[in-house]
């Protein structure tokens, strides 16, 4: 009998680390849909094709965006004049605009956040990397072009704005948002359909002989008995 192929395909695996990536699902402190989970997850599916540098970078990512994990977070008014949070609120101030402010959220820790988001592009973009070229290697000539595509689409509207988010925050004068990204929602937005984009590709192609573990696809004793195969019944 032919080996039973894995539950999980890499490649099924690897979507759901992104997934998990991707979203944000907090609660008061802690986030349900934690990130060094997903790389984890994305190093597995790399480690099963044999595809060593998305694997070392995505564990690398994973360790990264542990600080990510436990972000807790209060509401706010801000002065919209001077840009400063009203400590004791007056009937006047009772009318400002109420913001989202993360604590405990420093430079150096948003720095560390952008260096997850860094090397998190380096996996994926080796990723697609490797994917593509075992497509081109089985002859897919089809799976190849869109891997080469979405190997230049994600990082460039995922990982490269995220970046741009973090240093803006950084740098500038506004504080960096991790999940909303402040004014620049539309950007992040844009990462998450490129995203959403690379996870469907995967789960179709999940299925295809170069998209899994060289362990799991094993000629059917069957054929070797037909004339001409490797044995003769």
Do not use: C, K, N
């Not at 697609?128 to 979405?150: H, Y």
């Not at 179709?204 to 019944?233: I, M, N, Y």
């Amino acid at each position: 009998m032919p080996q039973r192929p894995p539950s999980v395909r890499p490649l099924a695996g690897i979507a759901a680390g992104l997934v998990l990536v991707t979203l944000d699902f907090r609660t008061r402190a802690l986030d349900l849909l934690p990130d060094p989970l997903g790389w984890a997850l994305l190093a597995v599916g790399a480690a099963e094709l044999s595809l060593v540098v998305p694997a070392r970078a995505a564990v690398a990512a994973a360790v990264a965006s542990l600080g990510d994990v436990v972000l807790p977070y209060r509401w706010v008014r801000i002065d919209p004049l001077t840009g400063e949070v009203v400590d004791r609120p007056s009937e006047v101030s009772l009318d400002y605009p109420e913001h989202l402010r993360w604590d405990g959220l420093s430079d150096q820790r948003a720095l560390v956040l952008a260096a997850a988001v860094l090397l998190g592009g380096v996996a994926v973009w080796s990723l697609l990397d490797g994917l593509a070229r075992r497509a081109d290697r089985a002859g897919a000539a089809a799976a190849r072009r869109r891997w080469r595509v979405l190997q230049v689409v994600v990082p460039a509207v995922w990982a490269l704005p995220h970046l741009v988010i973090v240093l803006v925050g950084v740098l500038g004068s506004a504080r960096y948002d991790p999940v909303w990204d402040g004014q620049l929602e539309l950007l992040s937005l844009a990462g998450v359909v490129a995203v959403a984009w690379l996870v469907v590709t995967l789960v179709r192609e999940r299925d295809a002989s170069w998209a899994l573990r060289p362990d799991t696809v094993r000629p059917s004793p069957w054929r070797q008995r037909r004339p001409g195969g490797a044995v003769s019944g």
